[in-house]
């Protein structure tokens, strides 16, 4: 089993992805609000810093936060659930759109199969 943790910087893609997830046979996921490491910096040391000024400015702020999602999946659908991701985000290579990653899980209860 593995954890896929993705990072949604396109917040306004989580309910198509949740619906191609479904689609796909992928039931479970949890959803966090998060938020990148540059707009806490751009937020904090705005003034301090010039260059974090212009940041903040370049900054969607009607949309600070992104979406982390984590499921724990078999090794099988891991490539399922990656498919969907790039089939409904993009490519996630692009500045901007995300990430995604998996974990390995030595152990799990309470995990459908």
Same mark, same amino acid.
């Given at each position: 089993?593995?954890?896929?943790?993705?990072?949604?910087?396109?917040?306004?893609?989580?309910?198509? %992805?949740? +619906?191609?997830? $479904?689609?796909?046979?992928?039931?479970?996921? =949890? #959803?966090?609000?998060?938020?990148?490491?540059? *707009? @806490?910096?751009?937020?904090?040391?705005?003034?301090?810093?010039?260059?974090?000024?212009? %940041?903040? +400015?370049?900054? $969607?702020?009607?949309?600070?936060?992104?979406? =982390? #999602?984590?499921?724990?999946?078999?090794?099988? *659908? @891991?490539?399922?659930?990656?498919?969907?991701?790039?089939?409904?985000?993009?490519?996630?290579?692009?500045?901007?759109?995300?990430?995604?990653?998996?974990?390995?899980?030595?152990?799990?209860?309470?995990?459908?199969?």
């Amino acid at each position: 089993m593995e954890i896929l943790v993705i990072v949604l910087n396109k917040t306004e893609k989580l309910e198509d %992805l949740m +619906m191609e997830f $479904n689609n796909c046979g992928i039931r479970g996921a =949890t #959803i966090i609000d998060s938020m990148g490491m540059i *707009k @806490v910096l751009a937020d904090e040391h705005a003034d301090d810093i010039p260059l974090f000024g212009s %940041l903040k +400015m370049m900054l $969607n702020e009607n949309r600070p936060f992104n979406k =982390t #999602i984590f499921t724990v999946l078999c090794e099988e *659908k @891991v490539s399922i659930a990656m498919d969907c991701v790039r089939r409904v985000i993009g490519d996630l290579s692009k500045d901007g759109v995300g990430i995604m990653f998996t974990i390995p899980v030595s152990k799990a209860e309470g995990i459908l199969k």
